[in-house]
């Protein structure tokens, strides 16, 4: 994985087509995208019609540039995307998994923080602290299978 593009491979590859499942409180999605995201985003269509390159701009956008992640290994890179794109408390784990200053804000300490740590170190402990967040959720009865598969090919994914 060298690239933006390997890493939104990897990560629609998690995600999966179109789910309206009522458990979930995102609601509506395509291919990870929220209805409210994909309208924040200035889409209009159909959720079940959403482009794949609609789901590409906002990952960009929304979860590649702003935490600088062409800056870092790539397998942190992704690891960082697929939980930024998927939710969650995503600076504070970059923090805790870097040994950053935990403010919950991500910024140049943190960048630099996550620059300097070991990337295999830092992988492992990034999706320790993802998987007690999403361990802790109320919906875990529901998506725990999901998850969990998830979080093992991400681990798979950090390993290579």
Known sequence: MDSFEDAFKALIGNEGGYCFNPADPGGETMLGVTAR???NAGYTGAMKDL???TARQIAKQKHWDPLHLDELDPRV???ILDANYNGGLVALWIQKASGAKKDGKFG???????KSA???KFVTRFAAYRLRYLRNLHTWPNFSRGWTARMADNLLLGAA
């Open 37 to 39: 995201v994909a309208r």
């Open 77 to 79: 890179a992704f690891q």
């Open 118 to 120: 070991d990337p295999m």
């Open 51 to 53: 482009p794949l390159d």
């Open 108 to 114: 140049s300490d943190t960048l630099d923080a996550v």
